[in-house]
């Protein structure tokens, strides 16, 4: 079978045009694998035995068949005939109850393994970085969880169970077949040479094929999840088209992968089919030449004759299923690739996801772009945000940040205006973790911005405000899931959500997807009293714009100076009346800090800020 070199895989034909998730070298996979047969090593055990057990079961009847033919023969008695029926019919019910409980035992026990795989890889999948993530497009991860999963639970329930069986039967034939005379084994060994080649041309191609037809799959999940998920933006921007042609080529491409798939498949069995004729002919010959030279009965060569043919399912079964093994070995890789590094049975929550570099890109500091590791801060840096000289490019050739300094004390709220495009959003990601700088230092709370330290005592509002679905308390909840009724009520009142009262069944009423809809106003109030909820020191605010002046845009400008009280804030500002009260202001230009300072200090002294100001008032004022 073909391994894959490592880095391999996705290849520029084939890849999403994202940089994908990381993909587990064949040594890592295998090491995996490995750790996995060990630690179920008693199932498996168990199952190998029951295996070769019942495939020597099913060789019986075979042999029962021989003797009955050379008895007819020999002119015998009728009641050796009835004995070798009954016996046959009894080998028969127990070679196919032993292949049940074999095959039973074998998905029974990696089913476990599966299970477990399953929920590491959903965890890894919440701890895979932001950045990354964003990096590689949603759709690579949701395939990986989902599809890549889905490959290997078919591998483990029908493929795995059928390979065993198929190979234990093979083994325990031809070891039958050289028992009755070692001619017939060596003729059905010229069917060798064909299947062998088969099984080599295959598995040179499929690894590779087989990896860029689940790479393409994950590309055309990418492509329509951002299609539906932004529907509306797309809508807004007329791109409609666009995006349609972008899917399009993705399901193309995913289909032109599927259908070189089918072709590789097809060569194989080919190949196999014309490895049968060939054995089964030199068998068939061996034995009319035994037979004629008295060197074997014909009970003997009927029974070389069946077994020969019995074992063409087998060969078959375990032939073919090698596509499936491969594919199930590119969707272990996959999956091992944004696991932890610690093997199936460890279980360390925070552990790296993939490669160490992965997360160490987003946990270290980038210095003029070397990625080293971050250090503990000393204490006088607790609550703080520090930018230092940050560059950040989403796209290599056009930085939408440029050599970035900002420093925000503890307890200190400094609001970020600037026009559409400056690159507030994305200073404000920056200090999330969400992305990583292409050169400077975001520390926060004095770590390295995404490192577990900061993670910790960071926490944010974006735009993008999600109810997650389930009851209103568990909403709040997963801010704080030891807060008891009243502790989320004094946060739901803190942030003026009063109409929870209003609610059909208060705190313990279904929200969210499938659940009563919360209006865009209320699922920020839900989202800030989420946040009043953490012992974040650190918030990050970039809120989605209320109409200035609307009893909404009050009611969160309120929630949101009750939620920040004491603690350090970073606020996207998109009404200017909001960064009037913040403590200093920093006003950002083509991805540049151009000013400092106190709302009053930048009227006077600031022209740019001046002008903004006095242009938003206008564009209220109309
Ligand atoms: N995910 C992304 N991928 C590529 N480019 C992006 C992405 N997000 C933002 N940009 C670009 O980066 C630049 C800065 O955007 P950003 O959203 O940070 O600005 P902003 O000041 O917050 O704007 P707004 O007030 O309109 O939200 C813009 O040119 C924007 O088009």
Same mark, same amino acid.
């Given at each position: ?144 969880? $989902? ?99 972008? *899917?399009?080529?993705? $399901? ?109 890109? *987003? ?97 944010? *509002? ?56 919360? $209006? ?103």
């Amino acid at each position: 079978m073909s391994t894959p070199a490592p880095g391999t895989v996705p290849t520029a034909a084939t890849a999403p045009p994202a940089a994908a998730l990381p993909v587990a070298d064949p040594a890592a996979t295998r090491r995996y694998a490995w750790q996995v047969l060990r630690t179920h090593r008693g199932g498996v055990a168990a199952a190998a035995v029951v295996l070769l057990v019942g495939a020597f079961a099913g060789l019986v009847p075979v042999w029962l068949i021989g003797r009955m033919v050379d008895a007819v023969a020999a002119d015998a008695a009728p009641s050796r005939l009835w004995w070798s029926a009954a016996a046959l019919v009894a080998a028969l019910v127990g070679a196919t109850a032993l292949a049940a409980v074999a095959r039973l035992l074998v998905a029974r026990t990696f089913e476990h393994a599966l299970a477990d795989l399953r929920e590491r890889t959903v965890h890894a999948a919440l701890h895979v970085p932001p950045a990354q993530v964003e990096r590689a497009g949603t759709g690579d991860l949701v395939a990986r969880v $989902s599809g890549d999963v889905d490959v290997l639970r078919t591998a483990v329930s029908q493929v795995l169970p059928a390979v065993c069986g198929a190979g234990a039967t093979i083994l325990l034939t031809v070891g039958g077949l050289a028992g009755l005379d070692w001619r017939f084994a060596v003729a059905v060994l010229t069917a060798v040479p064909l299947q062998v080649w088969g099984v080599r041309a295959f598995g040179r191609r499929a690894g590779p094929v087989f990896r860029a037809e689940r790479a393409a799959a994950a590309d055309r999940t990418h492509q329509v999840l951002e299609a539906v998920t932004a529907a509306d933006t797309i809508r807004a921007l007329g791109t409609s088209d666009a995006h349609e042609r972008r *899917v399009e080529r993705a $399901s193309l491409r995913a289909v032109d992968r599927t259908v070189e798939g089918l072709r590789v498949q097809l060569a194989f069995a080919h190949r196999l089919h014309a490895g049968e004729l060939v054995g089964l002919g030199a068998v068939l010959v061996v034995g009319y030449w035994l037979v004629g030279a008295g060197a074997a009965t014909v009970g003997a060569a009927t029974t070389a004759a069946l077994l020969v043919h019995r074992l063409f399912d087998p060969v078959g079964i375990l032939l073919s299923q090698v596509d499936d093994l491969q594919r199930a070995q590119a969707a272990l890789a996959r999956v091992v690739g944004v696991l932890p590094a610690d093997g199936p049975a460890g279980d360390t929550p925070d552990a790296a996801p993939g490669t160490t570099d992965a997360r160490a890109a *987003v946990a270290g500091t980038t210095v003029a772009g070397t990625t080293v590791a971050g250090t503990h801060a000393p204490t006088t840096d607790a609550g703080t945000i520090d930018v230092r000289g940050v560059t950040f490019a989403y796209d290599p050739d056009r930085p939408v940040l440029h050599a970035v300094d900002l420093h925000v004390a503890a307890g200190e709220v400094v609001a970020l205006v600037g026009a559409s495009g400056a690159g507030k959003s994305t200073l404000a990601r920056l200090v999330t973790g969400a992305v990583a700088p292409t050169a400077g230092t975001v520390l926060v709370d004095g770590a390295p911005a995404g490192s577990p330290r900061a993670a910790t005592a960071v926490a944010a *509002v974006t735009q993008e405000v999600h109810v997650f679905a389930g009851t209103l308390a568990d909403d709040l909840r997963l801010a704080r899931p030891d807060a008891d009724d009243a502790r989320l009520r004094d946060a739901l009142t803190l942030v003026g959500a009063d109409w929870v009262d209003d609610l059909p069944e208060g705190l313990r009423t279904a929200v969210g997807a499938g659940g009563l809809p919360l $209006s865009p106003d209320r699922a920020q109030q839900v989202a800030l009293a989420r946040l009043a909820l953490t012992d974040a020191r650190v918030v990050v605010l970039d809120e989605a714009t209320a109409e200035a002046g609307s009893g909404a845009a009050r009611t969160l400008d309120v929630a949101a100076r009750r939620v920040l009280a004491g603690r350090t804030a970073l606020v996207v500002v998109h009404r200017l009346d909001q960064a009037a009260r913040a403590d200093r202001i920093a006003l950002l230009d083509a991805g540049r800090v151009v000013a400092t300072g106190t709302h009053d200090e930048l009227l006077a002294g600031c022209e740019p800020y001046a002008r903004l100001w006095s242009a938003w008032h206008r564009g209220r004022a109309s």
